[in-house]
């Protein structure tokens, strides 16, 4: 059968494919002399073609490669690469391709597919073919059901899943960013993570690391020096894998915390890995892509993104429940090996630690449940006492977000034994400490920078911050600081000692300098809950916490120096200086006023108890607010959504008659 197009008759449109195929090394001779002479060529390699064409033996390639030759070398690798392993994908054997006109054959890594372990949870339907294939293979007799994996990836491509996740042209190899950072930089980038952010989240190990760095450079360092071709091909399988995408984070996220924002620098390093992360939606790589992903949701977190750090943060947890890592019987058959099983308990670990984090900050749901995970994995391997300590405070964590979060929004009356009995935990949590973790307070600024003095001061930051966590529902309006006074005003000096101690923190630049946003989250949730409660009852409490209102803006102002989400910050809060006085001004013509027109009300009643006069016509006022209103749209930032805080629209509008 044919198909007449134009007058002649044309055959369907497999025989064209079959045709366009056949035809491949008439391409090459007729393109052949815009190629460098590279077997196969480039432009075969990018159209996916079968370079069957050789360049006759009488047209030798120059000794001296040109600038071009140099820099694309690399890419030609890489389609090299591709071509060989489509052909080992169909004779299933390991194959090395000859670059031409050179004597050393690359050995290309083999497409075979990675084995990524799935858990499959009793009601799934993968559960009961593995229960009968196991049983069936007890009783002697081989299963009648194939393996998932034999049937799911029969149809795929035949682009070997090494280089999948780099476009052809994408990823120059001579444009990569770790051309620019010296060793002896990389290193130093590599210890730094390990003395800060590492050391919180301990799913990556120093050591491998390290030896990442010393094998990139192996290869890259001679190739600076001008050592022959050869070696310039083994450049790609250094500078394309996993194990270099992460080294590359590492270095984004430590250069980010040194500049304390964004760096172009960082930015390059963390864009060349963006196709491989963005490759794990759809290709999961098991333990190392979760590292992966952990990595950019950190690299995120320390440009002050949340959402995405959120976004990045789930799916790596939902990756380690479909691998199984919550279960003790999937950790221990799936790896064998102590220090993989210790590895991937790290990465779960530590995916369950920022998950929770990220999700109390944001006050939206985590995929993690207590309930879900097995509980025998909390006593394996306690010769990490941090990890311990932070996975303690993970589970408080859960606890005190189902009483902010869920009962609030059920508008669920606030329970003041609940709030003491978290608060309660959170001090005990922190008392329990061993000394060498609890922040000295004699701290100045002659100590130096150690990962002992971060990891207290880290210890001391999620204690305080979850306490004021917790108090913060009695502060949300006037009436509920009426019923929980006494709750309000313990409320209310947490959040004073939360900025006397960053105040004394600051003092050390260099720690808190270098984790400007580590500090932002406790010094914005304190100064959170002392403007509620200045706003709802400025009159109980202006007086005792006036000295930490302006120290809490003299933070913002003095860490607006050195970073950019905080220069943003410091611009929306920097009005606020007036506000002390705005209130007095409103506070007192509204009282005079009202005693006027109502002499025997509320008589005997003192003014200065939240729900007086003095509070309550705060917001009955008609004075014009439009400058006044605008500081407050700073609380949605902190957590406080419209139904938390008062809505100051009405101030705008014109007054009733």
């Not at 450079?217 to 070696?231: D, F, K, L, M």
């Not at 790609?236 to 760096?263: H, Q």
């Amino acid at each position: 059968m044919s198909i007449r197009l134009g007058g002649y008759h044309r055959p369907p449109y497999i025989t064209h494919l079959h045709r366009a195929d056949c035809s491949s090394s008439t391409y090459c001779r007729r393109r052949k002399t815009k190629c460098d002479g590279e077997q196969p060529c480039g432009g075969c390699s990018s159209l996916r073609k079968i370079c069957e064409y050789e360049m006759p033996r009488s047209q030798p390639k120059s000794a001296l490669a040109s600038p071009r030759d140099t820099l694309t070398a690399p890419v030609h690798t890489i389609s090299s690469g591709n071509t060989a392993a489509e052909g080992n994908s169909k004779t299933g054997t390991n194959q090395s391709t000859h670059i031409y006109g050179e004597t050393q054959k690359v050995q290309i890594m083999p497409d075979t597919l990675q084995s990524v372990p799935e858990f499959c949870g009793p009601s799934s339907s993968e559960f009961a073919f593995k229960a009968v294939s196991g049983n069936l293979r007890e009783m002697g007799m081989p299963s009648a059901l194939l393996s998932k994996l034999s049937c799911d990836y029969g149809n795929l491509s035949g682009v070997p899943s090494h280089f999948s996740n780099y476009g052809p042209f994408m990823k120059l190899v001579a444009m990569d960013p770790l051309w620019d950072i010296p060793k002896t930089e990389a290193v130093t980038l590599v210890k730094k993570w390990f003395t800060n952010m590492g050391s919180l989240y301990p799913f990556l190990r120093e050591e491998k690391l390290i030896d990442t760095v010393d094998g990139v450079y192996a290869v890259i360092g001679p190739i600076s020096g001008g050592t022959p071709i050869p070696r310039r091909e083994l450049a790609t399988e250094a500078l394309l894998n996993d194990e270099t995408n992460k080294l590359k984070i590492v270095l984004a996220v430590s250069k980010t915390m040194e500049n304390g924002g964004r760096n172009d620098q960082a930015q390059r390093l963390f864009q060349s890995t963006t196709e491989a992360v963005e490759s794990l939606i759809w290709n999961p790589s098991g333990i190392s892509g979760i590292q992966l992903l952990v990595l950019t949701a950190i690299y995120h977190y320390q440009l002050d993104d949340e959402v995405r750090t959120g976004r990045m943060i789930g799916l790596a947890a939902r990756l380690c429940l479909e691998i199984g890592l919550h279960r003790h019987t999937t950790i221990k058959k799936v790896f064998g090996n102590h220090e993989d099983r210790k590895t991937a308990l790290n990465v779960f670990w530590s995916v369950y630690m920022l998950e929770r984090r990220i999700c109390l900050g944001q006050g939206i749901p985590y995929s993690i449940q207590d309930s879900y995970v097995d509980q025998s994995l909390f006593l394996q391997d306690n010769s990490d006492p941090v990890l311990r300590c932070l996975l303690q405070w993970t589970k408080l964590v859960g606890r005190a977000w189902r009483v902010m979060n869920i009962d609030g929004e059920n508008g669920t009356e606030v329970h003041g034994d609940d709030l003491e009995y978290l608060d309660a935990q959170a001090s005990q949590w922190y008392d329990d400490l061993p000394q060498h973790l609890k922040l000295d307070a004699s701290l100045g600024q002659s100590e130096p920078f150690s990962t002992s003095l971060f990891i207290q001061a880290a210890l001391y930051l999620r204690q305080s911050l979850l306490r004021n966590l917790i108090f913060r529902p009695v502060l949300q309006s006037a009436s509920r600081i009426s019923n929980h006074e006494a709750k309000a005003h313990v409320a209310v000096a947490l959040a004073k000692g939360a900025v006397s101690t960053l105040c004394r923190l600051s003092t050390h630049r260099t720690l808190i300098f270098s984790h400007v946003l580590f500090f932002k989250h406790l010094l914005v949730a304190a100064f959170g809950n002392i403007l509620l409660a200045v706003v709802h009852a400025h009159g109980l409490f202006w007086n005792t916490v006036q000295t930490e209102f302006d120290q809490a803006l003299d933070l913002i102002e003095l860490l607006s120096t050195r970073s950019p989400p905080m220069v943003r910050l410091w611009q929306r809060l920097q009005g606020l200086r007036e506000l002390p006085e705005r209130l007095n001004g409103l506070s007192k013509p509204a009282l005079s006023s009202d005693r006027q027109t109502r002499p025997n009300e509320d008589h005997g009643r003192d003014s200065s108890l939240p729900g007086s006069p003095t509070d309550l016509m705060f917001f009955n006022s008609t004075l014009p607010f439009e400058s006044l209103s605008g500081d407050f749209a700073f609380l949605s930032d902190i957590g406080i959504g419209i139904d938390g805080f008062p809505d100051f629209s009405f101030l705008l509008h014109e007054p009733l008659e």
